[in-house]
Every structure is written in C-alpha cells, then in structure tokens.
C-alpha cells in the first residue's frame, strides 16, 4: 500500500528583495514607453514611421510587398538593407520612392538579387521616450493612483507568484519521494506513449524552429535511437507520478466537482488571455478531460501537503 502521509519536505519561502522589484519597474519602463508625435522636424534615425508601401520589380507590383499602417523605427534593421535609411529626413505627407536591391539569397526566390521601388506615403513620425518612475508613468501605464501603490501593487503580485512557485516545488518534491520509493507495477505501453508524445512534441518545438529531428540530432551528436534512450527514464518517471497520484485520488476518494472544474477553467483563462468563451471554444473533449485530471492531480498534491511534516524557511535570492 501507498504510504504518503508524513513525508518530510520543506517549504523554501523566496522573499522578493526591492532590487527584485527595482528590476521589475525597470523591465516596465522598457516595455511601455511614451509615444509623440513628431511635427516640427524631419525623422530622424530612432524615430517610428507609420507608413502605407507597395513594392514593384520592372514596374510590376509583386505580391506581399504592400503594406497599409506599417509601423518601422529607422535604424530598426527590420526592412531590406537599404530601405530605412532613404526615409530618413522625410516628414508626414511625403511621397516617397524608396530604391533597393533584394539580397541574394532571399527568402523569395522570385525576388532574390533583383532592383525593387517601394512607393511609400508616410503618414505620420513618432518618438518614443523612456517614462520617469512616476506618478504619472503610475496612472497612465498601471492605472494606479499614484508610482508608491504601483510598486506596492508589483511587490505583492511577485511575492505571490514566488509563493505559488515554492509551493508547486515542495509539493513535486514530496510526490517524487514517493516516486523514488515506488515498488508498484509499471505498463510499459504507457512509458512507450509517454515517451513517444515527448518526442511528437520535441519534433513539433523544432518545427517551429525551422528544424527537423535529424537536423537537431546531428547537431548534438546523438542518434534518434539515443536521444529516445536519453529520455526513456523521464517518460517513466512521469508514469509513475501519474501512478502515484492516481492511487492517492482513489485512496482519499477524491472528485472534481463543478466549481473545482469551473475555477480552473477560469486561471485557464487568466494564464493564456482569453475570455470563457473563447477558450471553450477550443476545448475538445480530450481538453475537457484533461482539465479534470489536472483538478484530481492538484487535489492529490495537497493531500501530501496537508498529510506531510512541513519545514518553512524563508531565503533570500534573485526572483
């Protein structure tokens, strides 16, 4: 029989420092910043254009070069080598005929090393300035009464956070005592699945990349058949935590009700953005499933939380 109660674990309390959240308020002021219009002057390199464009190679328009409100900070390196520096010194209203060469290679065969005429209107220059850790950056960005309760505000929002983390972490710890210990008997058709959707999505992450599997096991000098040998002991390590859990929901008679469903679908919804009807529209009935057993599974780490010999310590450190 399981024996889950009583495991000792400690619970490692990250306590945010102000240079924490100094740092923070710093990463805020990078991200929001003041935008002016520009009016009494030409643009100027760092300046953003806001600019309609359509590309033409021997008077022809081609495709996917026409753009209406492009945003292109000049300087940016964003556009064809070029291109950014010939709208340096125009103002709103301007026509301007842009002349460039595509490189070779392109991503554009068609294009690839041929002369092109971009005619852009410019519609309007901006600049962009750093705020002040103010109140005013407090009420425009944050919508705080004033800069000290926008910091308190942060402070508290990652103090939270680092509570959360250091509970998630106390609670795998005590779930993989019981892993390490774990004498009960494993299907090995369900380590082969888990070991097979670690790999599916291993091939979908490099996709993304622009990489295959093969590309990426040349590149770390493995074979597949290795890289699949490296992982098997991990894939087996997430069924036996599966396992163990399952054992606890059944041993404590844990369910998921309504409300426990209905509050997880809405931290869903706060963690990826989206309103409850937008993410239920891409909940199938695998995703259904799927954030009941993550209700039963969260139940059943708390369970080892509220049975175990929990040490708290506070520590300091970078957040």
Do not use: W
């Amino acid at each position: 029989m399981l024996n889950y109660k009583g495991l000792k674990g400690t619970y490692e309390r990250l306590i945010v420092s102000e240079a924490s959240v100094d740092r923070q308020v710093d990463a805020l002021l990078e991200q929001h910043m003041k935008v002016i219009p520009v009016t009494t002057r030409a643009s100027e390199p760092g300046d953003e254009l806001i600019l309609d464009y359509a590309g033409y190679c021997d008077g022809v328009q081609f495709e996917g070069g026409t753009a209406q409100d492009q945003s292109l900070v000049l300087g940016s390196g964003t556009f064809i080598p070029g291109f950014e520096e010939q709208l340096v010194g125009v103002r709103p209203g301007d026509q301007v005929d842009v002349r460039v060469t595509f490189p070779t290679p392109y991503h554009s065969q068609a294009l690839a090393g041929r002369d092109a005429v971009f005619k852009c209107s410019i519609k309007a220059i901006r600049q962009r300035e750093k705020y002040a850790p103010d109140d005013s950056f407090a009420r425009e960005i944050g919508g705080f009464d004033s800069f000290t309760d926008m910091r308190s505000a942060l402070k508290a929002g990652m103090q939270a956070y680092a509570d959360r983390q250091a509970d998630a972490d106390l609670k795998l710890r005590l779930l993989d005592t019981l892993v390490a210990d774990y004498d009960g008997a494993i299907d090995e058709a369900q380590v082969n699945a888990a070991l097979e959707a670690e790999m599916q999505s291993l091939r979908a992450q490099l996709a993304r990349q622009g990489l295959t599997l093969e590309a990426y096991c040349q590149f770390i000098d493995r074979t597949e058949v290795q890289l699949r040998e490296d992982r098997l002991p991990d894939a087996r390590k997430r069924v036996i935590r599966q396992q163990v859990l399952l054992e606890i929901i059944d041993t404590e008679g844990i369910e998921a009700s309504e409300a426990d469903v209905a509050e997880e679908i809405q931290r869903l919804c706060r963690q990826n953005n989206l309103t409850p009807e937008q993410l239920s529209a891409q909940l199938d009935e695998g995703a259904q499933r799927a954030i009941v057993q993550n209700v039963l599974a969260e139940k059943a780490l708390e369970c080892l939380r509220a049975y175990g010999e929990i040490t708290s310590v506070e520590k300091s450190g970078e957040y």
